[in-house]
């Protein structure tokens, strides 16, 4: 073993192992800095307990874990593979010599899934168990079921800010054991941004004064690969022949990746554009400088589409602080963060557990994998969220993984053994049995590995890319394809552009897509989202949607393949219903019947067709006119005065009458309407005497007789004339009759027993108002001199007596005599 520089966690090893002698269990707490990643399997080495078994170490990234391994290996003066190894997905490094394997988290779910008993596994180290990925979540709630099997088998949880106490009371009250950290002084410095600029524009001014006013190299965090790509594209050429421009994110290969994290060449400087994969598990030699934009790129669930889109967000205070200390990781540093120093303190404290906000389908899947229904039974930190869970069950459910009690079917089982999502291993199960396994499993490499053979939106196009890649990423994706055939033994098949977009409608059938005109696309769940118009995609009657961005209603579609008619009628035969739908068109006034075939959310076929169900077709019409207006109906003249009567009464005397006001009979879709319109489809068609029949059943004829008593129609007017009552007036009950036919009546006039004054409206013998009171005598008594000397000059012809009460009541100019 070479000789190693101490690091601080060299002071804790001694009681890390006694602890992991004397128990099975640990936590190890060790800021970034302190070494534990490489330290701590090396050291575990000649344990007693581990006799000839293998140390297994889980890292969040395939870039960490490539990265422990070689320095680790480097350590021992090996190759990688030797004594150490790694195993992620599309690239392994073991050999019959190998005790310390560095493995993704996933990698290890499919390992503990296969051997329950971790067969010839010493000891499992959770390193970096502070991310809370789902795939350590579950390893570690696997593991510890699986020590019902293997007593002996140790557990390490190792994380820089994880809340120790609350793991080790999980584990089951075991030790603790924290190491400081080794970070050299990093100084901090904010950069204010305009608000309104670009951050990549932000980004790029912040580096060349970076590079001004310090020496070494910088690591540059940004949301993501479009950032970065735009941020390297305006830094090209700009920078001196002395400076390196060096990306690093997931979608690189593992040679593109490893030359972001070595050292820069004696006498030159690197600028690493990196996403929150430089965050932590990793050292990167030669970084003294930190440029924070702030900003991650986090994905985000959402269960009532399945779809998963990513987001731009701040990245909390633990994440900034990690991102911070790596430009002290070899020595003093500067970091500079892109944002007022006052909102650090806003920022969130930690990212939130991503068994919060992911898609559960693969959990549950593996969940019933294990023998259990119900995820409670698990030793998890945090439940998994209701209604994502019940979603993924769901789904499960849809594609026969599971039963209708939530155990694993044997189609189950063939998925969990696929390491990929359970849609794309049923659309690899299901192509193998028609002998295109290794096609569909190709795809699925395709749409799970972002950037393969190129960025392009056609998955079709970029598929014959990848079958023809000669490079080495091609080959091992190629490979990796191969591997998953084989697990479900899948005859190697070709397949043509229709068939691509059948496999994969196969794995997401709740993203076929129909096109709307002007490059958007609805998907059968429901959402909405666009292609640009210039696209070749964006000219297909339907796509299946395999990757989208942005909220509901505005999304953007990132990569689909085209779908035609007759698959989408072949594929979904189960789910596509056909039925005739009514529905109320407001512009012609009448109900419509169209016949559409559905899948889902999308219309496949659509005409018009002749009503057949006459009881929906009259709830519909009545709904229509409810909405429209109840006063677009054919009342007549005394159906509308009736109304207005028994809403008056309602008002004044309270619910024993009905309010048949056009407000209240628009209640309920109008319901009150419905039998008496049966077979009607058009709202000219209701006439006056459907209305009576539906306002006999609202106010019976008993009740029309006391109405009639309470509010007559009429009022009996001195002179002889019946006038009409207006029961429809804003200000109650309204009588607007001529002052002259009342003359010699010393009583106001009153309906409801005498209990409500009619508002009169006294008119000139040319109909026009002249007064309105509600206090007949006093007008008789007050104001009626003045008012008689105003009429007697404009109708002269007419009788205005002195005393109205003495005066005989006429309809005429003078009474008769």
Not at 182 to 211: G, M, N, Q, S, Y
Not at 428 to 441: H, N, T, V, W
Not at 547 to 554: E, K, L, N, P, V
Request: overall charge neutral; proline content about 6%.
């Amino acid at each position: 073993m070479r000789p190693a520089d101490p690091l601080p966690i060299d002071a804790v090893l001694a009681e890390l192992r006694a602890a992991l002698e004397e128990g099975t269990r640990a936590v190890l707490v060790a800021p970034p800095g302190a070494g534990k990643t490489t330290r701590v399997p090396l050291a575990l080495l000649d344990a007693p307990w581990r006799r000839d078994g293998r140390i297994v170490m889980l890292e969040p990234r395939r870039l960490a874990a490539r990265a422990a391994a070689r320095r680790m290996a480097e350590t021992l003066g090996e190759a990688v593979g030797e004594t150490v190894g790694y195993r992620v997905r599309m690239d392994t490094k073991v050999s019959a010599r190998t005790r310390i394997e560095v493995v993704t988290e996933g990698v290890f779910t499919r390992m503990v899934l296969n051997d329950p008993e971790l067969t010839g596994v010493a000891a499992v180290l959770f390193d970096e168990f502070h991310e809370r990925s789902l795939d350590a979540d579950l390893g570690l709630a696997l593991t510890l079921d699986a020590t019902a099997l293997r007593e002996d088998l140790r557990i390490l949880v190792m994380s820089a800010t994880l809340d120790g106490t609350a793991v080790a009371a999980l584990l089951g009250a075991v030790p603790v054991i924290e190491s400081e950290g080794r970070a050299f002084p990093v100084e901090t410095r904010h950069i204010i941004p305009d608000p309104k600029a670009r951050i990549e524009a932000v980004v790029v001014a912040a580096i060349r004064r970076a590079l001004a006013e310090e020496t070494g190299s910088l690591l540059v965090f940004l949301p993501g690969q479009a950032e970065i790509g735009r941020v390297a594209e305006a830094l090209d050429g700009s920078v001196g022949g002395l400076t390196d421009i060096a990306p690093l994110y997931g979608q690189l290969t593992a040679a593109e990746q490893d030359r972001a994290i070595l050292p820069a060449p004696p006498g030159r400087r690197k600028i690493v554009l990196a996403t929150a994969i430089a965050q932590t598990s990793l050292t990167i030699e030669g970084i003294s400088v930190v440029l924070d934009s702030g900003l991650a790129r986090l994905p985000v669930y959402e269960p009532d589409t399945g779809l998963t889109r990513l987001e731009t967000r701040r990245v909390s205070r633990a994440a900034a602080d990690q991102r911070r200390g790596r430009a002290g990781r070899t020595g003093p540093g500067v970091c500079y963060r892109l944002w007022h120093e006052g909102q650090t303190a806003s920022l969130k404290p930690f990212d939130p557990p991503e068994i919060l906000a992911a898609d559960l389908t693969g959990f549950a899947l593996d969940v019933a994998g294990w023998g259990v229904t119900d995820p409670d039974a698990l030793a998890l930190l945090d439940p998994p969220p209701a209604p994502a869970w019940n979603e993924a069950m769901a789904l499960l459910r849809a594609i026969g993984g599971l039963d209708g009690k939530g155990h694993i079917t044997a189609h189950g089982r063939l998925l969990a053994r696929l390491p990929l999502h359970p849609r794309l291993g049923h659309m690899i199960a299901l192509a193998a049995a028609e002998g295109a396994a290794s096609d569909a499993a190709l795809l699925a490499v395709l749409v799970s590995e972002h950037g393969l053979a190129g960025t392009g939106t056609d998955l079709g196009a970029r598929f014959e890319r990848l079958r023809r890649d000669g490079s080495q990423r091609g080959r091992q994706a190629r490979g990796l394809a191969g591997r998953w055939a084989g697990l479900v033994e899948g005859r190697k098949g070709e397949a043509s552009g229709a068939e691509l977009g059948r496999h994969l409608a196969r794995a997401f059938p709740d993203r076929v897509a129909q096109a709307m005109g002007g490059g958007r696309f609805r998907l059968a769940n429901g959402r909405q989202a666009a292609l640009d118009e210039t696209e070749a995609l964006a000219r297909a009657p339907f796509l299946v949607v395999a990757d989208m961005t942005g909220a509901a209603g505005r999304g953007h579609i990132r990569s689909a393949i085209g779908l035609d008619r007759e698959t989408i009628a072949a594929e979904f035969a189960d789910r596509i219903a056909t039925e005739t739908e009514l529905a109320f068109d407001a512009a012609a006034r009448a109900v419509r019947a169209r016949r559409r075939t559905r899948l889902g959310a999308l219309v496949l076929d659509d005409a018009p067709s002749a009503i057949a169900d006459g009881a929906e077709a009259a709830r519909l019409l009545a709904e229509g006119v409810a909405r429209i207006g109840i006063d677009k109906l054919s009342w007549t003249r005394e159906q509308r005065a009736l109304r207005a009567r028994a809403s008056f009464l309602h008002e004044a005397l309270g619910a024993e009458w009905p309010d048949l006001s056009d407000a209240a009979l628009a209640e309920d879709g109008a319901l009150w309407l419905v039998p008496h319109i049966a077979g009607l489809s058009r709202l000219d068609a209701i006439t006056p005497d459907h209305l009576a029949a539906a306002l006999f059943d609202l106010l019976p004829w008993e009740r029309r007789g006391r109405i009639d008593a309470l509010l007559p129609s009429h009022f009996a007017a001195p002179s002889g004339s019946h006038v009409p009552i207006d029961y429809g007036a804003e200000n109650g009950p309204v009588l607007a009759i001529r002052v002259q036919e009342l003359f010699g009546l010393d009583s106001h006039p009153a309906i409801a027993d005498g209990r409500i004054r009619l508002l009169l409206s006294l008119l000139s013998p040319a109909h026009r108002p002249i007064q309105t009171t509600r206090d007949l005598p006093g007008f008789w008594r007050g104001s009626w001199k003045e008012v008689a000397r105003d009429l007697k000059g404009r109708y002269p012809r007419h009788y205005w007596p002195d005393d109205p009460l003495a005066a005989q009541a006429t309809n005429r100019a003078k009474p008769r005599g």
